[in-house]
């Protein structure tokens, strides 16, 4: 851990570049990850709450954009605050985009 099968880069790259590299495809896969839920949940809280989506939605960009640099930089320890304001506008699109699921309905 935390390689993602990258063996030759193992061998090929210092210990310390191989690190940064590795910790940047976990943050980069993270990312990957959470997209599809996070798009759709942008799309149905943005029906009826445009603005306020909107906002979640830029909170979650700059929550990756710190998730990624302390992943970067500090590994899994440095990931904590990104994922504070990932989690909380994530939390806010649930509540909203059900709430705009129930108002359809």
């Known amino acids: 851990y935390p390689d993602n099968g990258n063996g030759w880069y193992g061998r090929k790259l210092p210990y310390a570049d191989w690190l940064t590299m590795a910790n940047a495809q976990r943050a980069h896969y993270n990312f990957l990850e959470s997209l599809t839920t996070v798009v759709v949940l942008l799309i149905f809280s943005g029906l009826f709450f445009p603005v306020f989506s909107a906002s ?43 709430w705009s699921a129930i108002k359809i309905v």
């Not at 909170?59 to 304001?85: D, E, S």
């Open 56 to 98: 979640c939605g830029l909170a979650i960009f700059i929550g990756r954009l710190a998730y990624t640099i302390g992943y970067i930089g500090k590994g899994p320890q440095g990931r904590l605050i990104g994922v504070l304001i990932v989690d909380l506008a994530s939390i806010a699109l649930i509540v909203t985009g059900f």
